[in-house]
């Protein structure tokens, strides 16, 4: 959108930059202009330049849009039912997977395009202004080609995840099917990607197999994320900080070699590039398998860079609500609202190796929500409540004019 656009009467305005108070960089009295989809200013209200439109805050907290650094997005059909098995007492193992792949493969591009755009626009009423998208349920060259191809017409962030599960044509020979993911899968969707991940599970990819696999998408240019430490104790999340992985996922069994490891990679993202490994909790996987939730103050206390995200998928968290992981977090994780916040917005940008998105300051992309209250609080304090009134995304307003 042309011209400049000046967002006022900002209740408390979130940074996570230099100038403010607190590890959320926040303002008070401020006001913030963009011009060409970039923040051009931020800076006292009475000083605001002239601009050519103007939005109202009317007293709500504006924050940096939600940066979901985790989600599985090209799908086709839903696991309703086995949501509801769980619940009445079914343990979760991931084989469910294998379902969602039969569907995916069978669906037509259009109807994947259409399953994205749904979820992509769901999340974006809810604040998340970026979004990461994996592959991971065709398992085929073919269906995981086309999977990112789609993903990359939503998204910058596109995550191949051939080494998902191993499908079942494979299932005698894992082997080879590692050796597919290596060879002519790998060569088929690394145009459309910018990361390679692995499920590094018992059931799925042992460490051997997925060393293996991330070595050869960084041998291509991709970079490295790890889905580690899910279901149980394992060696996801020191493989992951051993190939210098932007960030390990789900991090819910470690131990305290896994946090001394995640935490000697680096404490805090400020400005520039840090090269950390984030620890990227997804609270929504416990919730949707009713499982112990990831220890957040261990990691935090302990130093470690902490991003939430939804991990949006059919079988084992089906939301793309980051204001949900953010309340579960302060709730259940015991994380402090601001500590929440950051994650879910600097901390996802992180996870992402991005410098552009995840605050508010000169130069960053135009990415902000502004909420009906006062205050980044509320967020927690006011769970399952549409407090999200308007988001910008590349200075663009998205829900209504
Ligand atoms: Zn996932």
Redesign the pocket.
Known sequence: MRGSLLVDNIGELVTNSPGGDGPLGIRRDAALLVEDGQVAWVGPARDAPAADRRIDAEGGAVLPGFVDS?A?LVFAGDRAAEFAARMAGEPYTGGGIRTTVGATRAASDDELRATVRRLRGEAMRQGTTTIEI?SGYGLTVADEARSLRIAAEFTEDTTFLGAHVVPAEYADRPDDYVGMVCGPMLAAAAPYARWIDV?CERGAFDVDHARAILACGQAVGLGVRV?ANQLGPGPGVQLGVELGAASV??CTHLTDADVDALASTGTTWVSGFEPTTVATL?PG?EFSTRSPYPDARRLLDAGATVALAT?C?PG??YTSSMPFCVALAVREMRMTPAEAVWAATAGGAAALRRTDVGRLARGARADLMILDAPSHLHLAYRPGVPLIRQVLHNGVPQCRP
Request: aromatic share 8%.
């Open positions: 985790h599985h994996k499920f889905h996922d789900h997804l996987a991990d998928n084992s968290s």
